[in-house]
């Protein structure tokens, strides 16, 4: 957290070693750099408690909550994704009813930053 805070641009770096080329290509635009490092340096603005507490959700079991969502939901994963599995997605896909799930195919972990159209095309947000 503090090399992200004093180097943000290091933000990029780091998830380049962890994603596919896809996610490289996308990352490593400077546009998208500037904008994941000060996503980055906000998130962890009052030090890394609130990062910490999302990793803690994620390794708790939320599967029973999926049932409760009675909204229109689409979920979009890439295939190639080695940052998340694709399988937490089908989880969601499973659990929440009448959800739509779309795999990208070679998409990684920010494929939004080029899809995010069409992705938003069913929620009248266009």
């Known amino acids: 957290a503090a090399i992200w805070k004093a180097m943000p ?3 990029s ?10 996610d490289i290509e996308i990352v490593r635009r400077p546009e998208v750099a500037v904008v994941m490092a000060r996503n980055m340096r906000e998130a962890l603005r ?4 609130g990062a910490v ?5 994620l390794l708790s079991d939320w599967s029973p909550l999926l049932s409760r969502v009675t909204v229109q939901t689409s979920i979009w994963h890439g295939d190639a994704d080695t940052y998340v599995p694709i399988g937490m997605a089908g989880i969601l896909a499973q659990g929440i ?4 799930f779309y795999t990208v195919e ?3 972990h920010f494929m939004i930053v080029d ?3 069409p992705i938003l095309q069913g929620f009248d947000v266009l």
């Open 46 to 49: 009052q030090g890394v408690k």
């Open 97 to 100: 009813q009448g959800s739509s």
């Open 53 to 57: 507490s999302e990793y803690m959700l």
């Open 115 to 117: 899809r995010l159209e």
């Open 13 to 22: 770096l780091w998830f380049g070693v962890l994603l596919p080329k896809a």
């Open 9 to 11: 641009s290091t933000v």
């Open 106 to 108: 070679g998409g990684g």
